[in-house]
């Protein structure tokens, strides 16, 4: 069959969204790959005929479960979970789980169909999938996070096992949620195995995973850097978000001898213009985890910085920026003033953070702009690698695990770079890692037939 048979991609993206009606963000996420991918497979045969891209984009399967528990008033409260299980060509489903009321089947659609080609980046034998619940853990108590944990994997468990799909955290799920959801596992099915990542190292968790995701981005980001002859030493930095991978960024960014400006949580953000060095991290860093507190405190402790309420950093001048807090929180007008203040990288710590358009501002100032699927690749390779040691019932090492997942980020940056070189000195890392992602699950499939 000539390639001019077969559907184009307006058709392509026609049927997506006819089949997902109001499907907002999985929309996004498709339309972000399938323009990169219909170029990439125009003269490959093989791929059209399998309907490769058209079998990743409908999930293996998606299921959705009622998680009910009760409150500390005896209040019965009943909420949607679900699991996303996309593909697992190259390896068993693997992919968080995220607590937030924002959490639909659109959003965990997208998200696992990102961790396809995130996983398979990493170069681990790993498939893509996502979870969660739009259960808010922000105002419960301990014992309520608890509950709703334990009765989430009492329906879970069915679904889930180290061969067949291994959750991990997200937004809302860190490493009590885990602790909580591991125990329940454990005594539905009297079975200690690595079901989860991201557990703390008592029970089985990996050294560096806390670090991973940030620490990963940040090295993505000197990669892209050196590549063009930079380095991220003097350099100054805008940061959204104040969890996990933010403060982690924030960490590696500083011990290279880079200047945080910003960070942020969901109701504003500080900016400090003295720098927010390891110290002040420490302390951001006790506020959420301990106190469970706001950023805007951050001002009441730090003289000198400033904070803006309801609003999002882009509009700070500097030289990097990383979009670590959630989906679509960087829009076009943000990229556009990113872009005149003369920022010169990009590199995603959180999954989508950038809208399309934004995107397209990006790519036509041609400034280094890494995608999450590439630049937040390290936390679940790092979870990869958790899933090696309990196999093989080991714990490595600090240093050796710090080794491996500058390797593998390097690594990342490499398969970006063969796939995304437009040939004018310009990378394209989103054409990059889109390629580089697809070719190896697509490859898996066409071995396996049609299944
Ligand atoms: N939620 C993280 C991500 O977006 C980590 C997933 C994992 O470790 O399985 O990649």
Redesign the pocket.
Known sequence: MPASDHANLEQFMEGVKQRNPGQTEFIQAVQEVAQDIFDFIEDKQEYHEAQILRRMVEPDRVVSFRVCWEDDSHRIRVQRGWRVQNNNAIGPY?????FHPSVNESVLKF?AF??TF??SLTGLP?GGA?GGSNFDPHDKSDSEIMRFCQSFMTELYRHVGPDTD?????IGVGSREIGYMFGQYKRITNRWEGVL??KATEYGGSKM?PEA?GYGAVQFLCNMLRHSGSEIDGKTAIISGAGNVALHAAEKLCDLGGKVLTLSDSDGFVHDPDGIGRDKIEWVKRLKNERRGRISEYVEEFSGAEYHEGKRPWHVAADLALPCATQNELEEDDAKALVDNGCIAVAEGA?MPTTLKGVKVFKDARIMYAP?KAA??G??A???LEMSQNAERISWNQERLGDMLTELMKDIHEKCVTYGDDGDGYIDYVKGANIAGFKKVADAMLAFGVV
Do not use: F
């Open positions: 693997k992919g968080g789980i995220r998200l990102e961790q995130k996983n790993m996502k291994v959750p991990a955290g997200d990542t991201g995973r995701t999954n999450g937040n690749a936390g679940v790092v979870s990869g």
